[in-house]
């Protein structure tokens, strides 16, 4: 075969493979038609009605006490919760994969709960929980531990929600690990410690920041199950989502747009920044980005 029709086949080559999955053209179209429509145009909406304001009234309504204390309990309360989330979810996640025991189906069930219960439901309930009179309240209360109606029935709360989030996360990254890298490191003299924390541990890191970035994102815009254990004590116990609906109830549309604006820059910025992390760690692990 001459050189010129070498030429002529490759690009036909490449074309004919590029049709193995046909669609392509209308599948993106479609992807990018509805992403515009469920998440860039109310994004867009949130962007254009701040600008209402002008820069002296957004500044105002972004950067009052009672706004500054919500932004500091919302981010602050996601954040550690998604911590605890990400230490027991991990454990969680290692009892379903690594063990058999009686009831495991159920105990695996049980982590799905906090998906298919209401939000309000499951803030009725720590509320009654840990209320005063509740079961674990008028235990905890009479030694001087408060937790509903605090900051703590907060993170509480974000917990309860968040945790799913991490384990269903991990828990599949843990079934497909090889154990038999597990074996040879104990083979080569590594102590359980060595063998979680330098053969494990690098596997499920992307997994675990993944969870970490869910369970951050769903406690920095949980509104239903927090609201009942609260308190909503303005620069105590009220959080940013709060704020928001009582800027609407008082039709101060361009006020909760612009704090709900600062939430979605922070949480963009956040989310990012776990985002590179994953990118750093795969890169630094040898796997591909």
Partial sequence: MSTERLVAAAPAGRRASRRVLPGFGLTLGYTLFYLGIIVLIPLSALIFKSFALSGEQFW?????PRVLASYRLTFGASFLAALVNLVFGLLIAWVLVRYRFPGKKIVDALVDLPFALPTAVAGISLTALLAGNGWVGQILEPMGIVLAFRPAGIVIALIFIGLPFVVRTVQPVLEDA?????????????????????VILPTITPALLTGFALAFARAVG??????????NMPMVSEITP??????????????ATAV???MLVISFALLLLIN??????????????
Avoid: M, N
């Fill in 178 to 198: 090889e154990k038999e890298l597990e074996e040879a490191a104990t083979c080569l003299g590594a102590t359980r410690w060595q063998t979680f924390t330098r």
């Fill in 222 to 231: 949980e509104y239903g199950s927090v609201i009942f254990i609260a308190g």
């Fill in 276 to 289: 590179a992390l994953q990118a750093w760690q795969r890169r630094h692990a040898g796997a591909p980005a």
């Fill in 242 to 255: 709060l704020i928001i609906i009582g800027k609407l109830e008082q039709y101060d549309y361009a006020g």
């Fill in 60 to 64: 105002r309504a972004i950067s009052a």
């Fill in 260 to 262: 709900a604006l600062v």
